[in-house]
């Protein structure tokens, strides 16, 4: 079935520095990536969508110079949080859409800590 | 504004015991709905999958039911198991290959 690679898996970071997330598409070409957050105890807030060759589209109170999002290709999308804050520590995690009846899929998330 | 509640927020069983847990939306125009398991700090594993033509699904052990007409989804869980203690999400999409909207989750934890 569809697979996303997501790497890290984890990182620790200082603030101010900034930190570097890659999606990958293993099996299938992903045209449209979507970016989610994830507070403890919270669900999964929609931060951003991806699409191949154009300008990723953000949600209401993500700041897009803050979360740079590249899709320069079918098969990879990255997010790169810039000037990284302790209150960006969160779980990051990508998921593209399946084809008819199969669902959305997930990588495996990557948990940021700064420091 | 399109949104997914779900209840209860947690949950404890012993084990062998039958659970449902419920997941409401509020425009009941879906498209999909997806059941998923998250494990402390880690990803999201998909569990079901019901299209909006669709009223349950089927694995194992785990049933769920969707009625779109009141909005609201179940999944089933029989003879729980610790190793089904996790969070439990439900997620709907509104068109094809557009963001699913989450649910904050159940909890369940399963004691032996």
């Known amino acids: 079935g569809a697979v996303v690679s997501q790497h890290p898996s984890w990182v620790i970071c200082k603030s101010g520095t900034s930190v570097k997330i890659e999606c990958r598409s293993l099996d299938f070409q992903a045209t449209t990536m979507f970016w989610y957050r994830q507070f403890p105890k919270q669900s999964l807030m929609l931060m951003a969508t991806s699409n191949e060759g154009s300008k990723a589209t953000y949600e209401q109170g993500v700041e897009k110079d803050k979360f740079l999002i590249n899709h320069a290709s079918l098969t990879l999308s990255t997010l790169t949080v810039t000037s990284a804050h302790p209150e960006d520590s969160s779980f990051y995690i990508c998921?593209?859409?399946?084809?008819?009846?199969?669902?959305?899929?997930f990588g495996s998330g990557t948990r940021l800590t700064v420091v | 504004k399109q949104e997914v509640t779900q209840i209860p927020a947690a949950l404890s069983v012993p084990e062998g015991e039958n659970l449902v847990l419920n997941c409401s939306f509020t425009d009941s125009a879906i498209y999909n709905l997806q059941w998923f398991r998250q494990d402390p700090g880690k990803g999201l594993t998909s569990l079901l999958l019901i299209q909006s033509s669709q009223r349950e699904q089927t694995s194992g052990r785990l049933n769920a039911s969707l009625d779109k007409s009141s909005g609201r989804s179940t999944l089933y869980i029989a003879a729980s198991q610790p190793g089904d203690s996790a969070t439990y999400l439900c997620?709907?999409?509104?068109?094809?290959?557009?963001?699913?909207?989450f649910g904050k989750g159940t909890t369940l934890s399963v004691s032996s």
């Open positions: 998921s593209a859409p399946g084809l008819y009846g199969h669902g959305y899929t």
């Open positions: 997620a709907v999409s509104y068109q094809a290959g557009t963001a699913l909207i």
